[in-house]
């Protein structure tokens, strides 16, 4: 089975301060991973993917994200927030061969000025 | 390179009534997802296809929802007779690859369902 948890339904930080993202996943298989973005009236987009090849991963807009498999996570983060990265994200899990996607619930990530 | 598209954006309607949505995919994508997503929740999974075919469709409630992919290509996703609890936002995403491997998906504007 395969679910996946995002720690925090809500995060605020400052403008230019890190951004940490925290997402936790539970596969029987070897998990396909995604960070996806959902701006407000906008469509889905995606960030970054892993699929089995390096564990760190290097996504759009400066977002990056690590496969860490003894720890069933795979975090977002991004050195310095900037304001347009206030928006809705979800972490994804997937497995080819169970067919399933699941999305997680959301963050919410929120940029003080 | 046009995106997913979607229709109607918004609809609203009375419990009971029925109510289709519209999505035309990425050109050549083979594969095709209805999601639904709640307010306050992430989009979950409705039915997946490939080409014409249903790859999942354990997540639908058959008993109101029905979805098909006429020639492989647009899909229409109908509620009958609606409830309540079905408003949400309905996404549509579509694919390059079919089962068997994971591709990016590319997600349309999503239709806002409100039921009264």
């Known amino acids: 089975a395969q679910s996946v948890t995002q720690l925090d339904s809500h995060v605020s930080v400052s403008e230019g301060t890190p951004v940490l993202l925290r997402c936790n996943y539970s596969?029987?298989?070897?998990?396909?991973l995604f960070w996806y973005v959902q701006h407000p009236n906008k469509g889905l987009q995606l960030l970054l993917k892993?699929?089995?090849?390096?564990?760190l991963v290097k996504g759009i807009n400066g977002f990056e994200a690590e496969f860490k498999k003894s720890e069933t996570s795979f975090h977002l983060t991004k050195p310095s927030a900037h304001m347009s990265d206030a928006a809705e994200y979800f972490c994804?899990?997937?497995?080819?061969?169970?067919?399933?996607?699941?999305f997680g619930s959301g963050t919410r990530l929120s940029i003080r000025p | 390179e046009a995106g997913v598209a979607q229709s109607p954006r918004y609809k609203i309607i009375e419990k009971r009534q029925s109510v289709a949505f519209w999505c035309n995919p990425i050109?050549?994508?083979?594969?095709l997802y209805w999601y639904q997503q709640i307010l306050g929740q992430g989009p979950k999974l409705l039915i997946q296809?490939?080409?014409?075919?249903?790859?999942?469709d354990s997540q639908l409630p058959k008993d109101r929802f029905s979805a098909e992919r006429l020639k492989g290509v647009d899909s229409t996703l109908k509620i009958q007779p609606a409830k309540l609890e079905d408003s949400a936002v309905y996404l549509c995403?579509?694919?390059?690859?079919?089962?068997?491997?994971?591709?990016?998906?590319?997600f349309g504007p999503g239709t806002r369902l409100t039921v009264l």
């Open positions: 995403a579509s694919s390059l690859v079919a089962a068997g491997g994971y591709n990016e998906q590319f």
């Open positions: 892993y699929t089995s090849a390096a564990t």
């Open positions: 994804v899990v997937s497995h080819s061969s169970a067919s399933k996607i699941i």
């Open positions: 050109s050549g994508h083979a594969t």
């Open positions: 296809f490939q080409n014409n075919g249903v790859v999942d």
């Open positions: 596969s029987s298989y070897s998990p396909s």
